[in-house]
């Protein structure tokens, strides 16, 4: 999914670029830079209606919010708040008692194979050529012959 709104995204400023980088005057600049709000702001709209994560409510000791926003966010049919809580409980416990991990752990076993992952999908995008393949070459105007 990274890749492929990493490609959307290049496709959409490629057009807007295109499109607006003839015009005279301020738009040509001042429309691109209005169009980048397009994407957050309804993710910033959306974010007063979300439920509060039952996880970080359980870990602060607001049992009872947390089993209604389990309930919230769960099927009523299939999800039991209470059993969910006391789950998110028992890791939360489990959690403290465990050995805090330290960055090394990241390149050991599993989690060697992971971390490669990841990696491999961020340097993937650059590493088949986009930072050059979608680069304009402008003309220097130091190269330019004066008449």
């Given at each position: 999914?990274?890749?492929?709104?990493?490609a959307i995204g290049s496709i959409i400023v490629g057009a807007v670029t295109y499109r607006y980088n003839s015009l005279p005057g301020d738009e040509a600049?001042?429309?691109?830079?209005?169009?980048?709000?397009?994407?957050?702001?309804?993710?910033?709209?959306?974010?007063?209606?979300?439920?509060?994560?039952?996880?970080?409510?359980?870990?602060?000791?607001?049992?009872?919010?947390?089993?209604?926003?389990?309930?919230?966010?769960?099927?009523?049919?299939?999800?039991?708040?209470?059993?969910?809580?006391?789950?998110?409980?028992?890791?939360?416990?489990?959690?403290?008692?465990?050995?805090?991990?330290?960055?090394?752990?990241?390149?050991?076993?599993?989690?060697?194979?992971?971390?490669?992952?990841?990696?491999?999908?961020?340097?993937?995008?650059?590493?088949?050529?986009?930072?050059?393949?979608?680069?304009?070459?402008?003309?220097?105007?130091?190269?330019?012959?004066?008449?």
């Amino acid at each position: 999914m990274l890749q492929m709104f990493w490609a959307i995204g290049s496709i959409i400023v490629g057009a807007v670029t295109y499109r607006y980088n003839s015009l005279p005057g301020d738009e040509a600049y001042r429309i691109p830079i209005a169009l980048q709000w397009m994407f957050p702001t309804p993710l910033a709209i959306l974010i007063f209606f979300a439920p509060e994560s039952p996880w970080w409510l359980t870990r602060k000791g607001k049992f009872e919010q947390a089993a209604k926003s389990v309930a919230r966010l769960g099927r009523k049919a299939t999800v039991n708040p209470e059993e969910s809580v006391a789950m998110m409980r028992r890791v939360i416990e489990m959690e403290a008692s465990a050995k805090k991990p330290g960055y090394l752990e990241l390149f050991k076993g599993v989690d060697l194979r992971r971390t490669m992952i990841v990696c491999g999908v961020y340097l993937a995008q650059n590493l088949t050529g986009n930072l050059i393949a979608n680069r304009k070459i402008l003309p220097s105007p130091l190269l330019a012959t004066s008449s």
